[in-house]
Protein backbone atom coordinates (compact mmCIF):
# COMPACT_ATOMS: atom_id res chain seq x y z
CA UNK A 1 0.00 0.00 0.00
CA UNK A 2 1.04 3.51 -0.79
CA UNK A 3 2.70 5.36 2.74
CA UNK A 4 1.44 8.93 1.50
CA UNK A 5 -2.00 7.03 1.21
CA UNK A 6 -1.50 5.87 4.60
CA UNK A 7 -0.45 9.06 6.10
CA UNK A 8 -3.50 10.59 4.62
CA UNK A 9 -5.56 8.28 6.64
CA UNK A 10 -3.85 8.67 10.15
CA UNK A 11 -4.44 12.55 9.32
CA UNK A 12 -8.00 11.68 8.30
CA UNK A 13 -8.74 9.78 11.54
CA UNK A 14 -7.04 12.81 14.01
CA UNK A 15 -8.79 15.34 12.16
CA UNK A 16 -12.31 12.94 13.41
CA UNK A 17 -11.10 12.37 16.38
CA UNK A 18 -13.37 14.12 19.14
CA UNK A 19 -11.58 17.50 20.67
CA UNK A 20 -11.18 17.95 24.16
CA UNK A 21 -12.58 21.26 25.34
CA UNK A 22 -10.28 23.49 26.94
CA UNK A 23 -7.72 21.23 25.71
CA UNK A 24 -5.83 20.77 23.03
CA UNK A 25 -6.19 17.14 23.17
CA UNK A 26 -7.60 14.90 20.94
CA UNK A 27 -9.84 11.56 21.32
CA UNK A 28 -9.22 9.02 18.56
CA UNK A 29 -9.64 5.54 17.61
CA UNK A 30 -6.61 3.35 19.01
CA UNK A 31 -7.78 0.50 17.21
CA UNK A 32 -7.84 1.95 14.15
CA UNK A 33 -4.90 4.18 14.28
CA UNK A 34 -3.10 1.05 15.64
CA UNK A 35 -3.94 -0.96 12.29
CA UNK A 36 -3.17 1.96 10.15
CA UNK A 37 0.54 2.42 11.75
CA UNK A 38 0.59 -1.42 11.17
CA UNK A 39 0.16 -0.96 7.57
CA UNK A 40 2.66 1.95 7.76
CA UNK A 41 5.10 -0.33 9.12
CA UNK A 42 4.72 -3.02 6.23
CA UNK A 43 4.29 -0.44 3.46
CA UNK A 44 7.59 1.71 4.58
CA UNK A 45 10.08 -1.68 3.62
CA UNK A 46 8.28 -1.74 0.47
CA UNK A 47 8.39 1.54 -0.36
CA UNK A 48 12.37 1.42 0.70
CA UNK A 49 12.90 -1.88 -1.89
CA UNK A 50 10.92 0.19 -4.02
CA UNK A 51 13.43 3.41 -3.98
CA UNK A 52 16.56 0.82 -4.34
CA UNK A 53 14.93 -0.47 -7.33
CA UNK A 54 14.63 2.76 -8.68
CA UNK A 55 17.44 3.44 -7.56
CA UNK A 56 19.49 0.45 -9.37
CA UNK A 57 17.35 1.31 -12.55
CA UNK A 58 18.98 4.51 -12.00
CA UNK A 59 22.75 3.85 -11.59
CA UNK A 60 22.20 0.79 -14.56
CA UNK A 61 20.79 3.44 -17.03
CA UNK A 62 23.22 5.35 -16.52
CA UNK A 63 25.92 3.27 -16.59
CA UNK A 64 24.69 2.40 -20.40
CA UNK A 65 24.44 5.77 -20.90
CA UNK A 66 28.21 6.42 -20.06
CA UNK A 67 29.10 3.38 -22.05
CA UNK A 68 27.03 4.33 -25.07
CA UNK A 69 28.92 8.23 -24.91
CA UNK A 70 32.37 6.36 -24.83
CA UNK A 71 31.23 4.25 -27.82
CA UNK A 72 29.82 7.31 -29.62
CA UNK A 73 33.44 9.91 -28.94
CA UNK A 74 35.12 7.01 -30.37
CA UNK A 75 33.15 6.22 -33.22
CA UNK A 76 33.47 10.32 -33.39
CA UNK A 77 37.46 10.17 -32.98
CA UNK A 78 37.82 7.48 -35.99
CA UNK A 79 35.88 9.62 -38.40
CA UNK A 80 37.90 12.77 -37.94
CA UNK A 81 40.73 10.39 -37.73
CA UNK A 82 39.82 9.36 -41.53
CA UNK A 83 38.83 12.54 -42.60
CA UNK A 84 42.12 14.19 -41.56
CA UNK A 85 43.76 11.08 -43.89
CA UNK A 86 41.59 12.05 -46.42
CA UNK A 87 42.56 15.20 -46.88
CA UNK A 88 42.70 14.85 -50.71
CA UNK A 89 39.35 14.39 -50.73
CA UNK A 90 38.35 17.32 -48.26
CA UNK A 91 40.40 19.69 -50.99
CA UNK A 92 38.56 18.41 -53.69
CA UNK A 93 35.23 18.37 -51.93
CA UNK A 94 36.35 21.82 -51.07
CA UNK A 95 36.72 23.18 -54.29
CA UNK A 96 33.68 21.43 -55.31
CA UNK A 97 31.78 23.62 -52.91
CA UNK A 98 33.86 26.59 -54.25
CA UNK A 99 32.37 26.00 -57.59
CA UNK A 100 28.30 25.38 -56.90
CA UNK A 101 28.99 28.45 -55.08
CA UNK A 102 30.50 30.37 -57.66
CA UNK A 103 27.84 29.27 -60.51
CA UNK A 104 25.36 29.63 -57.82
CA UNK A 105 26.25 33.45 -57.48
CA UNK A 106 26.34 33.85 -61.29
CA UNK A 107 22.89 32.12 -61.75
CA UNK A 108 21.47 34.88 -59.06
CA UNK A 109 23.08 37.89 -61.42
CA UNK A 110 21.68 36.22 -63.71
CA UNK A 111 18.31 36.17 -62.43
CA UNK A 112 18.65 39.18 -60.94
CA UNK A 113 19.05 41.29 -64.14
CA UNK A 114 16.33 39.00 -65.95
CA UNK A 115 14.03 40.12 -63.31
CA UNK A 116 15.13 44.02 -63.27
CA UNK A 117 14.03 43.70 -67.23
CA UNK A 118 11.22 41.92 -66.53
CA UNK A 119 10.40 45.25 -63.87
CA UNK A 120 11.49 47.35 -66.48
CA UNK A 121 9.38 45.88 -69.37
CA UNK A 122 6.08 45.68 -67.12
CA UNK A 123 7.14 49.55 -65.62
CA UNK A 124 7.32 51.28 -69.64
CA UNK A 125 3.75 49.47 -70.54
CA UNK A 126 2.27 51.28 -67.56
CA UNK A 127 3.82 54.36 -68.22
CA UNK A 128 2.66 54.27 -72.07
CA UNK A 129 -1.01 53.13 -70.33
CA UNK A 130 -0.42 56.08 -68.02
CA UNK A 131 0.91 58.79 -70.92
CA UNK A 132 -2.55 57.22 -73.13
CA UNK A 133 -5.02 57.84 -70.47
CA UNK A 134 -3.30 61.09 -69.56
CA UNK A 135 -3.69 62.49 -73.41
CA UNK A 136 -7.57 61.07 -73.08
CA UNK A 137 -8.33 63.08 -70.08
CA UNK A 138 -6.48 66.14 -71.72
CA UNK A 139 -8.80 65.63 -75.08
CA UNK A 140 -11.76 65.63 -72.83
CA UNK A 141 -10.50 68.94 -70.91
CA UNK A 142 -10.50 70.43 -74.20
CA UNK A 143 -13.88 69.02 -75.54
CA UNK A 144 -15.43 70.46 -72.50
CA UNK A 145 -13.43 73.95 -72.71
CA UNK A 146 -14.24 74.09 -76.37
CA UNK A 147 -18.20 73.11 -76.26
CA UNK A 148 -18.17 75.90 -72.90
CA UNK A 149 -17.22 78.75 -75.35
CA UNK A 150 -19.41 77.75 -78.21
CA UNK A 151 -22.58 77.65 -76.35
CA UNK A 152 -24.19 80.58 -74.48
CA UNK A 153 -23.55 80.39 -71.02
CA UNK A 154 -26.17 78.51 -69.22
CA UNK A 155 -26.65 77.09 -66.02
CA UNK A 156 -26.60 73.19 -65.99
CA UNK A 157 -29.58 71.49 -64.48
CA UNK A 158 -27.28 69.07 -62.43
CA UNK A 159 -23.61 71.16 -61.67
CA UNK A 160 -22.08 68.19 -60.91
CA UNK A 161 -22.68 66.06 -64.00
CA UNK A 162 -21.27 66.44 -67.23
CA UNK A 163 -22.45 64.85 -70.84
CA UNK A 164 -20.29 63.99 -73.25
CA UNK A 165 -21.28 62.57 -76.33
CA UNK A 166 -19.77 58.99 -77.03
CA UNK A 167 -19.71 59.57 -80.79
CA UNK A 168 -17.06 62.94 -79.73
CA UNK A 169 -15.58 60.93 -76.82
CA UNK A 170 -14.15 58.35 -79.55
CA UNK A 171 -13.52 60.51 -81.98
CA UNK A 172 -10.68 62.47 -79.37
CA UNK A 173 -10.26 58.76 -78.07
CA UNK A 174 -9.01 57.55 -81.89
CA UNK A 175 -7.25 60.97 -82.61
CA UNK A 176 -5.18 60.67 -79.36
CA UNK A 177 -4.49 56.43 -80.62
CA UNK A 178 -3.29 58.42 -83.93
CA UNK A 179 -1.05 60.75 -82.10
CA UNK A 180 0.64 58.03 -80.17
CA UNK A 181 1.21 55.80 -82.97
CA UNK A 182 3.02 58.63 -85.09
CA UNK A 183 5.08 59.26 -82.22
CA UNK A 184 6.48 55.76 -81.64
Not at 38 to 51: C, G, Y
Request: charged residues 35%.
Amino acid sequence: MDIQHLVDRLEDLIDDGRHIFGTKFTVIDEERALEIIDQMRISIPEEIEKAARIIAQRDRVMAEAHEEAARVVQQHRDRAEKMIDDDAMVQASQSRAESILESARQQAVRMTAEADQYVLGVLSRLEQQLLKNVGEVRNGISYIQEETTRKPASVPTSPSVVHIPRAVDHEYVDADRDNDQKSS
